[in-house]
C-alpha cells in the first residue's frame, strides 16, 4: 500500500544500537502487525511502545560532548519511532471496519491528541460513529479537537451544524466562515483521489457559503449576505433543498441593498432570483413569488 510505504520512509535514520532494547523489539513487532493488519495487535504495541518513547524523550541530555552526538541520534530515532506509532494506528484504522476504526482512532487520540494523523483521520471517524450508532458522541468530540485543529474542515462542518440544529446562529455564522476560509487554501489530501477531495471539498464549500449567507440575511446584514449566497449558488445547483432558499435569500438581501442604494438594476436582479426561487418547490416558493412582484413593483417606482 503506497501510504505505508510513506510511512516507512519517514524512518530511515540512523538507528543506534542497544542490546535488548526494548523500544527496537516492541517497533519490529509493530511493523510485523502492520503488515499483517492485525489491529488488536497494533492498539496493544502502541500502547505499550508509546510510554517508552516517552520516557526516552524525558531523559536529560548527557553533560559530555563525547556523548552528545550518540544521545541527539538516539533521540531524533525514538521521535521517528513514536510517529510511526501514531501512523501505525491511523494507517490500520482506515482500512478497517466501522467498529475497529473508532476503537483505533480513540486510541490514536490518547497515545497523542495533537498528532498530524489525526487530522487525517477525523472525517473517517465520523462516519463509523455514525455507522457504530454513536453519533451523538460526534459533536463534542468536534468541538474538543478543534482546539488543536482549528482548520480542520471535517470538524469545522460537524462545529457549524450542530451549532444551527441548535439555533446559535452566531456561532454557526463563524463556523461557516471559518469552513470556507480553511477550505480555500487547504491542499488536496495525500491519500484522497483528486476527483474524490474536488466532490468533497465543493459539497462543503456549499454547505458554508450557504449557511453563511441565510444566516447573514435573516440578520439584516444584506452585503455580507450578497456575497455568501453567491458563491454558494453555483456550487448548489441540482439541490432543491438548498437552491429555493438560496434564491429567496440572495433575492431579499439584494432587494434591501437595491433599496438602500437606489440600484434599480440590483432590485431588478432581485426580483429575478425570487422568481427563480418561486419555481423550486418547497417552502420558499409562495414567499418567493409574492416577493417577486413587490419587487418589480418597486423598481418600477425607480428612475
Given amino acids: 500500500m503506497k501510504l505505508l510505504a510513506l510511512g516507512i520512509l519517514t524512518l530511515l535514520l540512523v538507528r543506534p544500537v542497544v542490546a535488548g532494547d526494548k523500544l527496537d523489539d516492541t517497533f519490529q513487532s509493530l511493523k510485523d502487525a502492520v503488515a499483517k493488519k492485525d489491529a488488536a495487535q497494533v492498539k496493544k504495541l502502541a500502547l505499550e511502545l508509546t510510554p517508552v518513547v516517552q520516557a526516552e524523550l524525558a531523559a536529560p541530555a548527557p553533560a559530555g560532548d563525547d556523548e552528545k552526538k550518540a544521545w541527539t541520534d538516539r533521540v531524533q530515532y525514538v521521535k521517528s519511532v513514536g510517529e510511526y506509532t501514531e501512523y501505525a494506528l491511523y494507517a490500520v484504522a482506515i482500512q478497517s471496519p466501522a467498529a475497529v476504526l473508532v476503537d483505533l482512532v480513540a486510541t490514536l487520540e490518547k497515545v497523542n491528541a495533537c498528532s498530524k494523523y489525526l487530522n487525517q483521520a477525523y472525517g473517517p471517524y465520523f462516519m463509523a460513529l455514525n455507522q457504530t450508532g454513536a453519533a451523538a458522541k460526534i459533536p463534542a468530540i468536534a468541538e474538543e479537537a478543534l482546539k488543536e485543529f482549528p482548520e480542520n474542515e471535517d470538524l469545522l462542518l460537524v462545529a457549524m451544524e450542530n ?141
Fill in 163 to 303: 451549532a444551527r440544529n441548535h439555533s446559535q446562529a452566531d456561532r454557526a455564522l463563524a463556523y461557516a466562515n471559518r469552513l470556507t476560509a480553511a477550505l480555500a487554501k487547504r491542499a488536496k489530501p495525500e491519500t484522497m483521489a483528486a476527483a474524490d477531495w474536488e466532490r468533497k471539498r465543493t459539497a462543503m464549500e456549499a454547505q458554508g457559503y450557504y449557511v453563511a449567507g441565510v444566516i447573514q440575511a435573516q440578520k439584516g446584514v444584506y452585503a455580507a449576505a450578497d456575497k455568501s449566497l453567491r458563491a454558494a449558488l453555483p456550487l448548489v445547483k441540482g439541490n432543491g433543498a438548498m437552491l429555493g432558499p438560496t434564491l429567496f435569500y440572495l433575492g431579499m438581501a439584494d432587494y434591501n441593498l437595491g433599496k438602500m442604494t437606489l440600484n434599480k438594476k440590483l432590485v431588478l436582479e432581485a426580483a429575478q432570483f425570487s422568481e427563480q426561487a418561486a419555481a423550486v418547490p418547497g417552502q420558499f416558493a409562495d414567499q418567493a413569488r409574492h416577493n417577486a412582484l413587490v419587487m418589480k413593483a418597486e423598481a418600477d417606482r425607480m428612475r
